[in-house]
């Protein structure tokens, strides 16, 4: 069973940048897509960035396209979110999540296609 825990979180000032790590532990997530997804404060969680099992090819939504970056280390079992330009309303709870089947990126932006989750990083930006 694949467990997730996410790190680097915290307070930052408005244009700042942070560097999220989502590391996998009691299996392999090699072979897997990656997504991060956000809840802010009385709002639904949402998708942000993905990224596919051969890390070729990343998806970003909109409001993060050109701030945020997804990447992957498959040697530390670890994915990063790198986070630039950020603004006060990127303030959420972050968690990464791992696809339920190897070797597949389809609906990448969908919270059902992934099985399993980290308990998720509190990221507060200020103004």
């Known amino acids: 069973q694949v467990q997730l825990v996410e790190s680097g979180g915290g307070l930052v000032q408005a244009g700042g940048s942070l560097r999220l790590s989502c590391a996998a532990s009691g299996g392999t997530i090699r072979n897997y897509a990656m997504g991060w997804f956000r809840q802010a404060p009385g709002k639904e969680r949402e998708f942000q960035v993905a990224i596919s099992w051969s890390g070729v090819i990343t998806h970003s939504a909109d409001s993060v396209k050109g701030r945020f970056t997804i990447s992957r280390d498959n040697a530390k079992n670890t994915v990063y979110l790198q986070m630039s330009s950020l603004k006060p309303e990127d303030t959420a709870v972050y968690y990464c999540?791992?696809?339920?089947?190897?070797?597949?990126?389809?609906?990448?932006?969908?919270?059902?296609?992934?099985?399993?989750w980290g308990q998720g990083t509190q990221v507060t930006v200020s103004s």
């Open positions: 999540a791992a696809a339920r089947t190897a070797y597949d990126d389809t609906a990448y932006w969908s919270q059902s296609r992934y099985g399993y």
